[in-house]
């Protein structure tokens, strides 16, 4: 059974900064994609920051300059930091990868359980 455990979310200040960590866990056989996705009240979720298993990077517009993600593949982790928030980077954060379990013949996406991120103007 495969999981994604999500911490580091919190309250923080506009200009703040907050790093959040998504561990994936249990009989995996690889990972590919991982990253990060936001979603507000009464919004959409939206793709945040992506990093593929040879760390190729891709940010939504809105983060560039911000945000950095980054990945420890020996230990299946990804981390986003985040710089410069602003009260409209308020949202829960889920982390997403592309998981290929053990003795599966096929991978497919898993989702964290979220995490809050508010930010106080």
């Known amino acids: 059974q495969v999981q994604l455990v999500e911490s580091g979310g919190g309250l923080v200040q506009a200009g703040g900064s907050l790093r959040l960590s998504c561990s994936a866990s249990g009989s995996i056989f690889s990972v590919n994609a991982m990253g990060w996705y936001r979603q507000a009240p009464g919004k959409q979720r939206e793709s945040v920051a992506i990093?593929?298993?040879?760390?190729?990077?891709n940010y939504a517009d809105s983060v560039k300059g911000r945000f950095t993600v980054s990945r420890d593949n020996a230990k299946n982790t990804v981390y986003l930091q985040m710089n410069s928030l602003k009260p409209e980077d308020t949202a829960v954060y889920y982390c997403?990868?592309?998981?290929?379990?053990?003795?599966?013949?096929?991978?497919?996406?898993?989702w964290g359980q979220g995490t809050q991120v508010t930010v106080s103007s």
């Open positions: 990093i593929t298993s040879g760390g190729s990077t």
């Open positions: 997403n990868a592309w998981i290929r379990p053990v003795l599966i013949s096929r991978g497919r996406d898993y």
